[in-house]
Protein backbone atom coordinates (compact mmCIF):
# COMPACT_ATOMS: atom_id res chain seq x y z
CA UNK A 1 0.00 0.00 0.00
CA UNK A 2 1.34 3.32 -1.25
CA UNK A 3 2.81 5.18 1.88
CA UNK A 4 0.73 8.88 2.48
CA UNK A 5 3.34 11.03 0.48
CA UNK A 6 2.93 8.95 -2.41
CA UNK A 7 -0.39 9.61 -2.40
CA UNK A 8 -0.56 13.03 -1.36
CA UNK A 9 2.23 13.73 -4.38
CA UNK A 10 -0.35 12.11 -6.86
CA UNK A 11 -2.93 13.83 -5.61
CA UNK A 12 -1.19 17.05 -6.30
CA UNK A 13 -0.05 15.79 -9.95
CA UNK A 14 -3.33 15.42 -11.15
CA UNK A 15 -4.75 18.54 -9.48
CA UNK A 16 -1.55 20.14 -11.44
CA UNK A 17 -2.79 18.15 -14.75
CA UNK A 18 -6.41 19.25 -14.48
CA UNK A 19 -5.26 22.73 -14.54
CA UNK A 20 -2.94 22.38 -17.17
CA UNK A 21 -5.87 20.39 -19.55
CA UNK A 22 -7.99 23.23 -18.50
CA UNK A 23 -5.62 25.97 -19.83
CA UNK A 24 -5.32 24.15 -23.09
CA UNK A 25 -8.27 23.90 -23.40
CA UNK A 26 -9.05 27.79 -22.94
CA UNK A 27 -6.17 28.20 -24.90
CA UNK A 28 -7.69 25.78 -27.94
CA UNK A 29 -10.85 27.92 -28.34
CA UNK A 30 -8.93 31.35 -27.91
CA UNK A 31 -6.84 29.91 -31.09
CA UNK A 32 -10.11 28.79 -33.12
CA UNK A 33 -11.51 32.24 -32.00
CA UNK A 34 -8.80 33.77 -33.61
CA UNK A 35 -8.99 31.63 -36.65
CA UNK A 36 -12.45 32.30 -37.29
CA UNK A 37 -12.50 35.76 -37.23
CA UNK A 38 -9.01 35.74 -39.57
CA UNK A 39 -10.68 34.01 -41.86
CA UNK A 40 -13.86 36.23 -42.14
CA UNK A 41 -11.77 38.78 -41.85
CA UNK A 42 -10.18 37.19 -45.55
CA UNK A 43 -13.44 36.82 -46.51
CA UNK A 44 -14.05 40.26 -46.16
CA UNK A 45 -11.21 41.21 -47.63
CA UNK A 46 -11.59 39.14 -50.49
CA UNK A 47 -15.14 40.41 -51.38
CA UNK A 48 -14.23 43.98 -51.40
CA UNK A 49 -11.24 43.46 -53.89
CA UNK A 50 -13.92 41.29 -56.33
CA UNK A 51 -16.27 44.66 -55.38
CA UNK A 52 -12.54 46.74 -56.77
CA UNK A 53 -11.97 44.63 -59.80
CA UNK A 54 -11.29 47.42 -62.40
CA UNK A 55 -12.13 44.23 -65.22
CA UNK A 56 -15.05 45.32 -67.16
CA UNK A 57 -18.02 42.56 -66.93
CA UNK A 58 -18.17 40.31 -69.81
CA UNK A 59 -21.40 41.14 -71.45
Known amino acids: MPDQSAHSLLDDLDTRQD ?5 LDELNE ?3 RLLKQHTIGLRVVGDQQDDQDPRPAAA
Not at 19 to 23: E, N, V
Open 19 to 23: AILLQ
Open 30 to 32: QVE
